[in-house]
């Protein structure tokens, strides 16, 4: 943390609220506009398309509730292990420095950059007959292709790099000597983790997980090739767009986005304080 | 008691080397020094956060090099406090009470006093992001000292502070070392501090121990170069010794007493240089005058430099602004200069 109680440059941080009218102020709002314009547009546009009666009987239909409903649970179940799995790797990343860190970094990062129908195939090869690990665990009784586990593998895979990087984040920015601190007063490093650490941090875990959900429940290509069967939402949209055309896949849609935006405003409202330091 | 036994600490850029430093119990020691020298790594390595490439440890005795932090008994105060933000002034002097405890009895009687002590009854229930800087450095004293530490440390505990609190802290300090009997080692660049709270000093420079010793060892016969530039001999000059004589390039002064073995340097810090505008008062400068060109002349408010040039040495002399500006000297001229003997210190 740098010196505290500069207001100078804190002020200066701050946006400025007094509006001169320039060529430079109106081109910078008009392209902010426009592009503000071109995400809400088309998702404005599906929303509002199909009638409240499709609506309704979509709402009604069994398939589409479980569908739903397996995806956020997915979704979630991906997110509290991405939780438990990746906040050890999130607080060493944030607090050591080691040979190979920024390999390690770019690994965490790579779910992001591999196309999503890669990632499928790629746990596809190696939870198959013909691979020893896949022989394993089918020896263990666990199914991944075709199966609610092999979904919840694959939105693991793809949503670890944002639960991982938002709480490294999170810890990053709790100052290094308030640990310090704590651990000269006689508490061990786990003691430390958890009465000082997680209390400080847990708003960017929560973010995290909350992230890590979103990008699960968006997950379709890795899907489609691992478990076609049970349907998430996704994998029925896009089967009603192909086997029936657009206007039946819409009114899914639309759900979809419903239920996740009321999940995520909801769960944002009480994460949204960032942790303040003195 | 703490002991540092040609402590070695390397990091990219930056290596402390052959720190000897021996902080004797009840002691208020004060580790001065530039920005960038290293004085907070000393406390670091001492807390035990950076790792110790060679050299040793003692806390009260024990080797405590290979200890974890927690199995130390160090209490730090940083700057900025480093308070725990979540927890209320009472949690956070309380923080530690849990581990280690030596002697309940002790503690019971002990944290309540030291709360009193330094007025934080009643701020207790609190929370600590709404203190003003003096109550929040309070606190995280109280936190330190609330499990009994060996020995305290303080990384720049004034400096924060804005002017009017830091004169308070520093009594609190005081107070503390003198009725509680805290061995205290802290950190500074400050000198009117070091003035006013330290018994023994050790001036730290690019990860060295340039001097250490009492007050007026470091302050009044600094050792090095660096330690005579730092403690504001700036007048620091070669020159070769004879007796009670120092021969400079055309220049000779008379020393009070005779030089010591293997001395090099005489320092004169520019308060101590006399420039002569009226009549020289009699015995002025004990036999030391001499004739000097003024050089350039710099303004430091009440005050300014006043380069000299004497034979073929240049001084620099402090004078009141005001005797400059009413023309008694003036760039170029000749004058008389006067430095009492007693002034002039062969390093």
């Known amino acids: 943390m740098n010196v505290p109680g500069d207001a100078t440059s804190a002020a200066s941080n701050r946006a400025v609220s007094v509006w001169r009218p320039d060529l430079f102020a109106g081109v910078a709002l008009a392209s902010s506009l426009l592009i503000v314009a071109f995400i809400l547009l088309p998702l404005i546009e599906m929303v509002f398309q199909p009638s409240a009666a499709d609506l309704g009987q979509t709402i009604r239909d069994p398939d589409v509730l479980r569908a739903i409903g397996l995806s956020i649970w997915a979704s979630a179940a991906a997110a509290v292990l991405a939780f438990a799995l990746g906040t050890p790797l999130a607080y060493l990343l944030a607090r050591r420095s080691f040979p190979g860190k920024k390999l390690v970094e770019s690994v965490i990062d790579l779910p992001i950059m591999v196309p999503h129908p890669v990632v499928g195939i790629a746990i596809l090869s190696m939870a198959g007959r013909d691979h020893w690990l896949g022989r394993l665990i089918g020896a263990l009784g666990v199914r991944v292709m075709g199966s609610v586990t092999g979904i919840i593998v694959v939105l693991l895979f793809v949503g670890l790099p944002f639960y991982i990087n938002t709480a490294k984040n999170g810890f990053e920015a709790i100052p290094l000597r308030i640990e310090t601190v704590s651990r000269s007063l006689g508490a061990s490093p786990a003691a ?8 400080l941090a847990w708003r960017s875990m929560v973010v995290g997980m909350i992230m890590c959900t979103a990008r699960a429940v968006s997950e379709f290509g890795a899907i489609v090739i691992v478990a076609y069967h049970p349907m998430t939402a996704p994998v029925m949209i896009y089967e009603r767009f192909s086997a029936y055309g657009l206007k039946y896949s819409q009114p899914v849609a639309v759900w979809l986005i419903l239920v996740c935006l009321g999940l995520f405003v909801l769960l944002r409202a009480f994460s949204i304080k960032p942790a303040r330091f003195p | 008691m703490i002991r540092l036994e040609s402590l070695h600490v390397t990091l990219p850029g930056f290596a402390l080397q052959s720190i000897d430093l021996r902080v004797a119990a009840g002691e208020f020691f004060v580790l001065i020094g530039p920005t960038g020298a290293g004085k907070s790594l000393v406390l670091e390595s001492i807390v035990g956060v950076v790792p110790i490439t060679r050299g040793r440890i003692f806390v009260d005795g024990r080797d405590v090099t290979r200890l974890p932090p927690e199995r130390r008994r160090i209490g730090i105060v940083y700057q900025d406090q480093a308070l725990f ?42 929370a600590v992001t709404h203190l003003s800087g003096g109550e929040k450095q309070r606190v995280a ?3 330190a000292l609330a499990v009994d530490p060996a020995v305290l440390l303080l990384d720049e505990p004034l400096s924060a502070l804005d002017p009017n609190f830091r004169e308070e802290m520093r009594e609190v300090l005081k107070d503390l070392h003198r009725h509680m009997g805290v061995t205290i080692l802290m950190v500074t660049h400050d000198f009117a501090e070091t003035h006013c709270l330290a018994q023994r000093v050790a001036l730290i420079h690019r990860g060295r121990i340039e001097q250490s010793g009492t007050l007026e060892d470091v302050f009044g016969r600094p050792a090095t170069p660096f330690a005579a530039e730092f ?7 070669p020159a070769g010794f004879e007796g009670r004589k120092a021969h400079l390039e055309g220049l000779t002064l008379h020393l009070a007493r005779p030089a010591p073995e293997g001395a090099r340097f005489v320092g004169i810090r520019p308060e101590d240089l006399r420039i002569l505008t009226g009549p020289p008062p009699p015995g002025a400068g004990n036999g030391n005058r001499f004739t000097a060109t003024v050089g350039p002349v710099t303004f430091r408010g009440f005050t300014c430099d006043v380069g000299l040039a004497a034979g073929g040495v240049r001084l620099v002399a402090m004078l009141p602004s005001g005797e400059f500006l009413a023309g008694k000297v003036a760039t170029g001229e000749q004058v008389s200069v006067a430095v009492d003997a007693a002034k002039i210190h062969a390093v």
């Open chain 2, 231 to 237: 403690v504001g001999m700036r007048n620091f000059l």
């Open chain 2, 85 to 126: 933000p979540h927890l209320t002034v009472e949690k956070n002097i309380a923080y530690g009470l849990r581990y280690g405890c030596r002697d309940p009895q002790d503690r019971r009687r002990r944290v309540p006093a030291l709360v009193k002590r330094l007025a934080l009854t009643h701020l207790l229930g609190r």
């Open chain 2, 141 to 143: 004293l109280a936190r």
């Open chain 1, 192 to 199: 430390t983790f958890f009465r000082i650490t997680v209390p």
